[in-house]
């Protein structure tokens, strides 16, 4: 898979992660092929970083990876005794205190959680195993370009464990309850056709137009005004959650909000 961020300088790169800017586009890049990838507290924390380090200009940020694989998932260390050096195991996760264990946790789940930001719209471009973690990677961000050769599956009920790096509220919402339980409980892979047919992906493509395929995407969303597109944003993130009758005032309150806008009378 070609770069997308080639002969750009980094903003970061770190514990697997590199972040570059090209206008108002940022690329995000998982950079361990040799391990496909896989994820561990240093790099979500690196993942965590690269939010915080997006510039203001930055209107689409493209989360891609390196080599055949998007994420294979938590890095298997993290199940062995030890963990990771410096890390608490999981074992001493499970001994902690309810608050200690929470905490954590949720400090995991930041590197996951800003891809959705309202100033920002994210894409996915997945290729090959997106397994446990690097699925709720790929569902943390707005929309989600797959290659033909892509296999997601959620994994952590087989280990005893539950998806927990946000992964769960996207899955419900893009293909609804009943899927995404035997999705979760099976582990099963779901393959490109299914992924596209189900609205997991916006759009599948044979791997080697990837790429391609998510720099058309991104230059399409580019051509919109940016404050509309945050002010839709913000509406349909929204709906799920508000009554009909609701979500008609809030299409008006973002409507008038852009007429003012518009018209040079906003505040």
Not at 72 to 98: K, N, V
Not at 109 to 137: K, M, N, P, T, Y
């Amino acid at each position: 898979m070609a770069s997308l961020d080639k002969d750009l300088d980094p903003v970061l790169d770190q514990d697997g992660v590199r972040l570059t800017v090209d206008g108002a586009t940022a690329t995000v890049t998982l950079t361990n092929p040799a391990k496909r990838n896989a994820q561990s507290p240093a790099l979500w924390r690196a993942l965590t970083q690269a939010g915080r380090s997006l510039p203001g200009s930055v209107r689409v940020v493209v989360l891609r990876a390196e080599g055949q694989s998007f994420s294979a998932g938590l890095d298997r260390q993290a199940f062995t005794p030890e963990g990771f050096d410096g890390e608490p195991s999981f074992i001493d996760l499970a001994r902690g205190s309810d608050a200690e264990l929470d905490a954590t946790i949720a400090e995991y789940q930041e590197a996951f959680a800003w891809w959705r930001r309202s100033d920002i719209v994210s894409i996915a471009a997945v290729q090959g195993h997106a397994i446990g973690a690097g699925f709720q990677l790929a569902l943390a961000c707005d929309l989600r370009v797959v290659a033909d050769d892509v296999q997601f599956a959620m994994r952590e009920t087989s280990l005893g464990l539950v998806p927990d790096l946000t992964g769960t509220h996207p899955l419900v919402g893009l293909v609804g309850y009943a899927r995404a339980l035997e999705i979760c409980a099976t582990g099963r892979f779901v393959l490109a056709e299914e992924a596209e047919r189900t609205g997991l992906a916006n759009l599948a493509v044979p791997a080697a137009q990837l790429d391609a395929a998510v720099g058309d995407l991104a230059a399409a969303l580019l051509a919109a005004p940016r404050d509309a597109v945050i002010e839709t944003k913000a509406l349909l993130r929204g709906a799920q959650e508000r009554s009909y009758e609701e979500q008609r005032t809030a299409e008006r309150a973002s409507q008038a909000r852009r007429l003012r806008d518009l018209a040079g009378v906003g505040e």
